[in-house]
């Protein structure tokens, strides 16, 4: 089983990617990350494995542990 890591908090996430001036689908493109992936991370239908959390917390400017649980 793969590991996997949960936002700390989906909607403020959401916020930050608005805020940057992208959408969902050119920031899911600007970090390398399949769009549909990208909507099932942002409304938790499904969790991104470590090496993705860190490509959208690199998007984000941010360090992974400020958007994910470890």
Known sequence: MTETLQ???IEGTRKMIKMSGENFASFSKKVKVDPSMMSNYLTGKKFPSPPTAK??????GKDMYDIFFA
């Open 7 to 9: 936002f700390k908090d």
């Open 55 to 60: 490509k959208i917390a690199n998007g984000l």
